[in-house]
């Protein structure tokens, strides 16, 4: 058997009791932190579930998951994953190969960015397509995010924009500024209102309103993980609950 466990937002007290249930019944067990950034570590989830945790790389789920989905043939193998195990697209894949190598799966579900994200006041239900926003590398700057927001606005819903790993909103504000002069629609100008949080589900978590140029110079805006918010059309309530952030 194959188990998927999510780990929930922040760190290892996120999990649930039918998570860590999971955990302990594994025979081994795998974490991977490359999809999202976690406060914990292998050594912290060792200790809290009783077995060693063995923490894997990209590679070993993109490129090498047949190994893992081999060990499942013949013993319970859990892949420690963080937020909702079915957020990244990656653990989809694998529990495909999976079932077409004839591995039983389970996933057990967590706390997720999906659906914390409407601490700020924002309803969920009016959330259009999630986009993700990369980090630029040498002439490689990627804008397709931008397009996601600029329809969603049009239809009146809000965008959930996910940063790279390692991205604070200071990095964000700065991308979103450039990809403004080059796209020059007004998504994302200085004054632009926008909802921002860094480590949501932690005690140090941060969610503000305010223009990108305000974000920017906030000081409290260089940890991570990070998100951005634009909002679209407003409920008069979603406009007073971020006004009041």
Known sequence: MLYLISLGLSDEKDMSLKALEAAKKCGKLYAEFYTTKMNTTTRKLSELIGKDVVELQRADIEDHSIKIINQAK?????????????????????LLDAKKSGVKTKVTHGSSIFSAVAETGLQLYKFGAATSLARPAGKY?????????????????????????????????????????????????????????????????????????????????????????????????????????
């Open 141 to 245: 700057f990627p804008d397709s995010f931008y397009d996601i927001i600029l329809k969603n606005k049009k239809i009146g819903l809000h965008t959930l924009v996910l940063l790279d790993i390692g991205m604070s909103v200071h990095e964000a504000a700065e991308i979103l500024l450039e990809i403004e002069k080059k796209r020059k629609a007004g998504i994302s100008t200085h004054k632009t209102k926008i909802a921002a949080c860094s480590q949501l589900g932690s005690d140090n978590q941060i969610i503000k309103y305010n223009s990108i140029e305000n974000l920017l110079a906030d000081e409290n805006f260089t940890r991570y993980p990070a998100i951005l918010v634009f909002p679209g059309d407003l409920h008069f309530l979603e406009e007073e609950f971020l006004n009041n952030l």
């Open 74 to 94: 013949t013993m319970d193998i859990g892949i420690l994953i963080g937020g909702d195990a079915l957020s990244a697209t990656t653990h989809i894949s694998l």
